[in-house]
């Protein structure tokens, strides 16, 4: 039996950074809006406290804040020749589940893309040629918005959190410092950048003697205590090393828990249900509008939670599956190029270099999840890729999120895995090594795609949502050049010996690599190429909104979650600027 | 039907619902049988405890702090003698003892493998077991239909079977240590096949990384006995705060390791 509730303005289906984001923009607006969370309430002092949250067995390999896949998981295969087989255990990606969902247990790296980023087609056209972007199956289009438009929103996504950094480009003045190659900026990082420890301090000299220019990441780690404009206060960040995978328990990390929550949950027009998984968007019969949605709770009863206008705020995956779930727009067909819900999956290309030295105590448990000194320099179109056969790039970081000893061992070359040998060299290596981060972007290919399983099915007796997906010839060269410019530097800081790990092979969902997950509901300017607008208003059933990275048309070479954030907040603005008056397309087909 | 949703249900006003908080609906679950106790050990961070609703407030409830579970006696639980045996052997030749630091054993590794294996990673409550089981490509990782606890099972007996087919009837631990590498080298490549239903490469995958985990983990798991895997490689263990050190580039860090439980010398031995 299925229980009808009270209508409301606005239903959230999922609540991460984009549902907190959101229901804070729409209950300022004065509307009643309910958020359903699959998961459970999290909080700091309940949840992560410090007492017990650098826990490395319990959170990172015990899955503790992440998906429990025993209740539902994808299938994943690298081509349609192959079956779809489950993600049996979590590894490649470490989705979220539960109150602040990811936003918990990310690392806390805050990028903007690059304005050529939001261009990836007509830019790199303009430059190399139309071969250039579409050899290799590319499918690469450009995003509909772009940086200039998305900066306010880029801008309040910072304040929000309290980034800690330093502008390369205060509206269009280069800034020592900074990240030269940045988009504008209208104003300076709310907070400084963290001071850098010894291996970024490091990598940041050898890459200034290569003529790179080096800056400090910009994080959600505090630097220092910080207010944000909703009165919600963070904490200076200890440096303990446990970001990623793990909850903050010193209120230093920028999450919803510590940036959104203390101000959204006092408001009497917000409702937050927990344990309360949405089935499926309903419906009118002509298909053109959604009438609200269906969920079940951990009890197992099912309500329809009838609603004005319906935002899909949950993970990129789960979205993309309830607009399959739902007879939403038209599922993407590999072999006809034709249908778009599911089209342009991507990921993001990682690989990285080892650096030991025997000379230099580098002490890598003492981090953050954005502790690092960058260079841009090789990102996206900031060089000139003329003859190098790909576009994209990455940039390349000496992080050091961490010392966490069962993960974050390096041993040399030809070390094996297990014996004594294995234990001399971890002994040997762990305060005197490091690793070179190259995070690249990953260009969208008419093979990669997300569609329903025809096989497996969840504890709902739904379809599992099912991704196609490998690494192409572009971003297998663009990691080799990439990863062949991280190497040089490492070079550069005269270690006793270094180790490459390059990106080879098909994609494998066994080693951790990481949750940037992109693309499958994706936006642009027409809804013959898209499934949103620039507004992230679904073209098809106008008072439905997908949030999230499933909007990328491609990834860049940056972490997703700042951009996820100002496409959130750049649609909540013109929701409750022109759309609550006016309910309707926000863009003309 | 839960109260909170019969009140929005039945109520004309939703506005009038307010400071509906956790501890509220932490009472109202008692109706339906869930007492204060059971809820507060419902509350382990996961899904599947009981559907909640919050508006007016941020939720506060005492007593439900997430805090880990610890191993406790001394006894296995869930190795048999012969298993213990196999365990043992292994543990010990995958990490194994001398001057330079603790072996797997001295560490407490397969005590720790016994509680993992115990408990609820054992019963992989954070794995997808349904079918159907085709054996896939390398990259799509794991698919066997075994927990972890099953696969142990089955993959100890599969190796004794093929170490004695091989070894003269000799189970594994009895065989000499350049012999064990052998065998444990061959899972590792899979170049050693098993029956049983026994992926050779998983099991050897789950094993090295279980065994690596309990050398390196909190000791509340039960291995890392003294912490002295900490100490041999440098790592200070559960440590809040490094702000006074973050410039002081190059200098070793000279604390001892700490756990949650405190240090080794705060407690006799």
């Known amino acids: 039996m299925t229980t009808t509730l009270k209508p409301v303005d606005a239903v959230l289906v999922g609540f991460g950074w984009t549902g907190a984001i959101m229901g804070q923009q729409l209950c300022d607006a004065g509307l009643n809006v309910v958020a359903l969370e699959r998961g459970p309430w999290r909080d700091t002092a309940t949840d992560f406290a410090t007492g017990f949250a650098q826990d490395e067995l319990r959170y990172m390999w015990r899955h503790h804040l992440f998906q429990n896949v025993a209740y539902d998981t994808l299938t994943i295969r ?3 020749t192959q079956q779809a087989l489950p993600m049996r255990h979590l590894g490649a990606f470490l989705l979220g589940t539960g109150v602040g969902s990811g936003g918990v247990h990310w690392n806390g790296q805050i990028w903007r893309f690059l304005p050529s980023d939001f261009l990836t087609k007509s830019h790199n056209q303009q430059r190399y040629g139309k071969k250039a972007v579409s050899d290799y199956d590319l499918t690469v289009q450009d995003w509909g918005v772009t940086y200039d438009e998305l900066e306010p929103y880029y801008d309040q996504f910072d304040r929000l959190c309290g980034t800690s950094g330093k502008a390369g480009n205060l509206n269009g003045k280069i800034q020592p410092g900074g990240n030269p190659f940045e988009g504008p900026r209208s104003s300076e990082y709310p907070t400084p950048p963290m001071i850098q420890t010894y291996a970024p301090t490091l990598f940041g000299k050898a890459a200034a003697e290569l003529g790179h220019h080096p800056f400090p990441h910009p994080t959600g780690n505090l630097s220092e205590a910080y207010i944000n404009p909703l009165g919600a206060q963070l904490g200076a960040c200890t440096y303990c090393g446990f970001c990623e995978k793990f909850g903050c328990g010193n209120y230093s990390k920028a999450s919803p828990q510590t940036t959104v929550l203390p101000y959204l949950m006092r408001k009497p027009n917000f409702t937050l249900k927990t344990e309360s998984e949405v089935l499926r968007v309903q419906l009118t019969p002509d298909r053109k509008r959604a009438t609200g949605v269906t969920y079940v709770n951990s009890a197992g009863e099912e309500f329809f939670q009838p609603s004005e206008m319906v935002i899909l705020s949950a993970y990129v995956l789960q979205n993309v599956r309830l607009l399959l779930l739902s007879g939403i727009g038209r599922p993407y067909d590999p072999k006809t190029g034709e249908g778009i819900v599911g089209k342009n999956y991507a990921y993001q290309t990682m690989s990285s270099v080892n650096v030991f030295f025997d000379d230099k105590i580098l002490n890598p448990f003492i981090g953050a999840g954005a502790l690092a000194t960058v260079i841009d320099d090789f990102n996206g179109d900031n060089f000139d890729h003329s003859g190098l056969g790909f576009i994209g790039g990455a940039y390349i970081a000496g992080m050091v999120t961490g010392g966490r000893p069962i993960e974050m061992i390096y041993t040399p070359q030809g070390t094996p895995n297990w014996g004594l040998e294995w234990k001399h060299a971890a002994a040997k290596n762990y305060l005197r090594s490091f690793s070179l981060s190259v995070h690249g972007s990953c260009m969208s290919h008419r093979g990669n795609y997300l569609d329903l399983d025809p ?7 739904r379809p599992m949502l099912r991704m196609t997906f490998d690494f192409t010839e572009n971003e297998h060269k663009m990691s080799d050049f990439l990863t062949d410019r991280a190497a040089e530097v490492a070079r550069a800081m005269k270690p006793r010996e270094i180790k490459l790990n390059r990106r080879t092979g098909s994609f494998s969902v066994v080693p951790y690599q990481t949750t940037h997950n992109t693309g499958g509901a994706i936006m642009g300017s027409s809804p013959e190429d898209s499934v949103v607008n620039k507004y992230l208003q679904c073209w098809d059933v106008p008072n439905l909104f997908s949030m999230g990275a499933g909007a990328f048309p491609q990834n860049a070479g940056y972490n997703p979650t700042g951009t996820v954030a100002a496409l959130t907040y750049h649609a909540a603005r013109e929701i409750t600027t022109r759309y609550l008056k006016n309910p309707g397309p926000l863009v003309q087909a | 039907m839960s109260s909170h949703d019969e009140l929005d249900v039945l109520r004309s006003d939703p506005e009038s619902i307010v400071d509906l908080d956790r501890r509220r609906f932490l009472v109202g679950g008692a109706v339906a049988g869930i007492g204060g106790v059971a809820a507060a050990a419902i509350h382990d961070g996961e899904l599947g405890g009981p559907p909640q609703s919050f508006r007016g407030s941020v939720p506060w409830q005492e007593g439900t702090a997430d805090a880990p579970p610890g191993a406790s006696g001394s006894a296995y639980a ?5 298993e213990a045996l196999f365990i043992e052997a292994a543990v010990a030749r995958l990490i194994p003892n001398d001057e330079v630091g603790p072996g797997g054993v001295e560490a407490g590794v397969p005590f720790f493998l ?9 019963q992989g409550d954070h794995y997808f077991l349904g079918g159907p089981w085709p054996k896939g490509t390398p990259e799509q990782g794991y698919q066997s239909r075994f927990s972890p606890a099953q696969l142990y099972r089955a993959a100890i007996m599969a190796i004794d079977q093929y170490v004695g087919a091989n070894f003269n009837g000799a189970a594994f631990s009895k065989i000499a240590t350049g012999d064990q590498d052998k065998v444990l080298k ?5 170049d050693i096949q098993l ?23 909190d000791p509340i798991y039960g291995g890392n006995k003294n912490m002295a895997a900490w100490q041999m490689i440098g790592f200070p263990g559960a440590h809040y705060d490094y702000k ?5 580039h190059g200098e070793r860090v000279p604390y001892p390791p700490v756990g949650f439980k405190g240090r080794p010398g705060w407690t006799e031995s």
């Open chain 2, 114 to 122: 016994d509680r993992q294996l115990a408990g609820r990673f054992g």
């Open chain 2, 78 to 82: 869930f190795f048999s003698p012969a």
């Open chain 2, 195 to 217: 029956d049983g239903g026994v992926d050779s490469k998983s099991f050897f995958g789950m094993l090295l990384q279980n065994t690596k985990e309990g050398y390196f983990s």
């Open chain 1, 455 to 461: 096989t497996y099915r969840d504890i709902h007796g």
């Open chain 2, 186 to 190: 061959g899972l590792e490549s899979g």
């Open chain 2, 244 to 248: 006074e050190w973050v410039p002081r």
């Open chain 1, 78 to 80: 690298n081509n349609t």
